[in-house]
């Protein structure tokens, strides 16, 4: 090592730890002084400021050094650790390290971040310690692992052989309150009372109290203050004598307290609170009924009861419930209420002079009266008068016998004991037609409307099944009913209402609707009489094979003697009498139409159809009507709505002519619009109007002809068909001449307005364009006149303001001054002629003028 480097200053304070390289072995400097260093010594650490602890602080030092003695091997306590408190500043030996700043002295230079505060234990408090090695205090040993407790208000002084574990606060008992405490293991308590591991005991003074070592804190609980009107339930968890009441528990017993005994409870240790209880007060016109009450042995009644009526109060001991959970009023019963009872065991009513009841025995009670039932009499319903108005009723069953009967009004009716009411069930199906009003079915069926007049509004909610069911029969139909227990049905005609016994059901009609017919498409709880009308939509083919598609329409009716039982049942004979009208029907119209040609069908349809239905008498005339044996319908008259053909190449072809007519027509209506919009609107409207009538004139005209051409091929077709088609087909040759003649001259005559119209829009554009270019050319020349009289009047009014000797002056001031300048440059008396006038030399003078401004 250098000179430089042997000597280190030492300050106060201050120290080093030098280390001898040949006996590797560290001594302490301190100073203030300075130190040579040999060549076999070298500075570990420092120099560094000496530790000094402020009062109520201390530090740890790690691995402390036994005693030192300079130069000499020492003993380091490895693993071990010191405590210094305040005192005179002191270094670190060799080998020892301050707790939190292990590199100190190495780099670290601030050993204040290894200073700790003192624990201070404020009052009513204490800190829990641990011994983490054996050791001894006042001549008492100490083991590893050992807890206690000081209490303040002081201030400890750590040592190294104990850990601080935590400060305990105090937990504070208010008055009304109690703590209960555990032993976690064998120890004493705070007045010296031996308590083993898990022993519970209760502290009941108010103030701070601070927990032992060896003591858990289960919870506060608050004591309970009783009135009168208040009860503790409590429950033994194990076996006690209860300080209470004086008695000997057992883990189980359950029992009450109530203010009376006790104003104030503070339940001890083996006694738990399972709930408050109220007192329960029963009221006038109330009664409870007490089940499993207790006996005067403690134990419960398991399966009694215990009736109590108003005016009285108790309390419910342990173990017993009251019926229904609550206190029940009386059962008051108007004039129109009553009350069903039944007995659920043998007794003596005495509300009917001693009568014996026996279990199961029904009875009614009737208003007015105000009734608590025994606690051997159950409450099986209460009643209320059944008001019924005039056609409402309800159905009653008979529960001994099970006989069902209906009960109409009007009346207020009250069921008896062994009466209740019953519920009609219908099928779904009637159901939903009784809210449509009879019928079901899509809303496209012309018949629903018939049963819109026999909604009921008061079933729209919802039907009662107790109800008695009735139906509104629309006019001029009639409903059947039958009765499936006497094997009978009646039937009733409308208007009227229809009012089902218990044993009876509705005949629910299906019918065939739609167009064509579809079977079962249409629900009915009526059958409708007539007169009314059936359209049927049906296809026939002719005997050459042509298939079309008929749309007819026929009224029909029922004839019946509403006297004679069996002409009333024969109209429902066929349940589906509109299918099986449409089907006579449609088979006897194929039959016939299968024997003509279409031509013959065409033109004589109505004619065939009233045949085919209505058939003719031996003399050949049509019937009037047409009667099925089955069930008396009558079909009176048949209308042909519609006769198209099914092919649907033939259909297309004709409507693909219709429209190509109406496309030829719409650009010819165009073409006249545009040609006539040139001309005045006025002119071109008349015209076309004009023209419109004329085409009018002719077309009636032709019509005429065409009604005359018909009446005389009428008249020739029973002469021979061939004669008629050729005379038609000539007639015909002709009106097509005649109208293409007639064609072709509007349409000369159409060119030839448009010509004129196109030449009179040309020869209005000339005369404008001409009238155009005149009026600007007049105005061209007089804006050049103007201009000219403009520069005349500036140039007159010019000289007038200059004035005659001002511009003389001007026209001679350029040749003067040419003159000027010769004569300065001496050739004023220099003159040049050609032989007939002199040549002055003022051009000579510009050319000098122009050169001396060239250079």
Not at 271 to 298: F, H, N, R, S, W
Not at 764 to 790: G, P, T, W
């Amino acid at each position: 090592m250098s000179q430089k480097n042997s000597l280190v200053g030492i300050s106060p304070l201050q120290f080093i730890h030098v280390l001898d390289k040949n006996t590797n072995i560290s001594r302490l400097e301190v100073g203030p002084r300075t130190l040579y260093l040999q060549t076999h010594e070298t500075i570990v650490l420092g120099p560094a400021s000496m530790i000094c602890v402020p009062p109520g602080s201390y530090c740890k030092i790690l691995n402390p050094l036994k005693e030192y003695e300079a130069g000499v091997k020492c003993e380091l306590c490895l693993g071990q650790m010191a405590v210094k408190f305040h005192g005179e500043p002191f270094p670190l030996y060799p080998g020892e390290q301050l707790a939190l700043v292990p590199t100190y002295g190495q780099g670290a230079h601030d050993y204040t971040k290894a200073l700790e505060k003192m624990p201070v234990v404020p009052v009513n408090c204490a800190l829990r310690l641990r011994a983490i090695q054996d050791h001894v205090v006042n001549k008492r040993l100490i083991p590893a692992g050992h807890v206690w407790q000081v209490k303040g208000p002081m201030t400890y002084a750590p040592r190294p052989e104990v850990e601080i574990e935590e400060l305990v606060q105090p937990d504070i008992i208010k008055t009304g309150e109690v703590l209960r405490l555990q032993a976690i293991q064998d120890t004493r308590d705070q007045n010296g009372r031996k308590r083993v591991t898990g022993e519970e005991w209760l502290v009941k003074t108010p103030g701070a109290y601070v927990r032992g070592a060896w003591e858990q804190i289960i919870g506060i609980e608050k004591s309970h203050t009783l009135t009168v009107d208040c009860g503790l339930h409590l429950r033994a968890t194990q076996n006690i004598t209860d300080s209470a009441a004086g008695k000997k528990r057992f883990a189980g017993d359950e029992w009450l307290v109530t203010g009376e005994e006790i104003e104030e409870y503070s339940p001890q240790v083996g006694i738990e609170v399972v709930k408050t209880v109220k007192k329960l007060v029963v009221k006038k016109g109330q009664y409870a009924v007490i089940l499993c009450p207790m006996g005067d042995d403690g134990r419960n009644r398991l399966g009694r009861k215990v009736l109590r009526t108003g005016l009285c109060s108790f309390f419910l001991q342990p173990g017993e419930t009251l019926e229904n959970g609550r206190i029940q009023n009386a059962t008051i019963l108007t004039n129109d209420e009553s009350v069903v009872l039944q007995a659920s065991e043998d007794f003596t009513d005495e509300s009917v002079k001693d009568m014996k009841r026996k279990a199961g025995d029904r009875w009614m009670i009737r208003g007015p009266v105000s009734y608590i039932p025994p606690i051997t009499v159950n409450i099986v319903c209460k009643r209320n008068t059944i008001p019924l108005s005039k056609n409402e009723g309800i159905y009653v069953q008979n529960t001994k016998t099970g006989k069902v009967r209906a009960v109409m009004g009007a009346c207020a009716y009250m069921l008896t004991a062994e009466e209740e009411l019953w519920e009609k069930i219908l099928a779904p199906e009637t159901e939903q037609m009784l809210l449509q009003g009879g019928g079901s079915g899509s809303a496209e069926i012309r018949k629903m409307a018939y049963f819109e007049q026999s909604i009921d509004p008061n079933i729209l909610q919802g039907r009662n099944k107790s109800r008695v069911i009735t139906y509104r029969c629309p006019g001029n139909t009639a409903v059947q009913v039958n009765n499936f227990t006497r094997k009978t049905s009646r039937a009733i005609f409308g208007p009227d209402l229809v009012i089902l016994g218990p044993d009876e059901s509705f005949n629910v009609l299906s019918l065939s609707a739609g167009k064509p017919k579809q079977p079962n498409a249409l629900k009915s709880l009526c059958l409708m009489l007539g007169p009314d009308f059936i359209t049927d939509i049906m296809e026939v083919e002719t005997s050459d094979h042509a298939r079309l598609r008929v749309q007819v329409a026929f009224n029909n009716h029922f004839e019946v003697d509403k006297k004679d039982p069996d002409s009333v049942n024969k109209i429902f004979a066929v349940p589906d009498f509109i299918g099986f009208a449409c089907n006579q029907l449609g088979s006897r119209i194929r039959a016939k139409v299968a024997l003509t040609p279409f031509d013959e069908f065409h033109r004589h349809s109505v004619a065939i159809i009233q045949a085919a239905v209505f058939g003719t008498d031996t003399g050949g005339k049509l019937n009037h009507f047409l009667k099925f044996d089955a069930n008396n319908l009558v079909v009176s008259s048949i209308d042909i709505q519609s006769i198209e053909p099914v092919d649907i190449k033939m259909r297309d072809s004709l409507m693909k002519s219709v429209q190509l007519a109406i496309e030829i027509s719409t650009r010819s209506v165009e073409a006249s619009a545009e040609h006539e919009a040139a001309r005045k609107d006025q002119i071109a409207r008349g015209q076309l109007e004009r023209q419109r009538l004329q085409n009018e004139v002719e077309a009636e005209r032709e019509r005429a002809k065409l009604y005359d051409l018909r009446a005389e091929a009428c008249a020739v077709e029973s002469c021979g068909q061939a004669k008629a088609e050729a005379q038609a087909e000539a007639e015909k040759t002709l009106i097509e001449c005649q109208s293409e003649i007639t064609a072709v001259t509007l349409k000369a005559k159409a060119e030839e307005i448009e010509h004129y119209c196109k030449l009179e829009s040309q020869s209005m554009l000339r005369k404008s364009e001409m009238d155009y270019k005149r009026k600007l050319m007049e105005l061209m020349v007089k804006k050049e006149k103007n201009q000219a009289n403009i520069e005349i009047t500036k140039f007159g009014n010019m000289v007038q303001a200059i004035g005659a000797p001002t511009i003389i002056k001007i026209a001679r001031a350029g040749p003067q001054s040419k003159l000027d300048l010769l004569s300065a440059l001496g050739m004023e008396s220099v003159l040049l002629t050609d032989g007939s006038s002199p040549v002055n030399l003022f051009n000579t003078a510009n050319g000098l003028v122009g050169g001396e401004r060239n250079t």
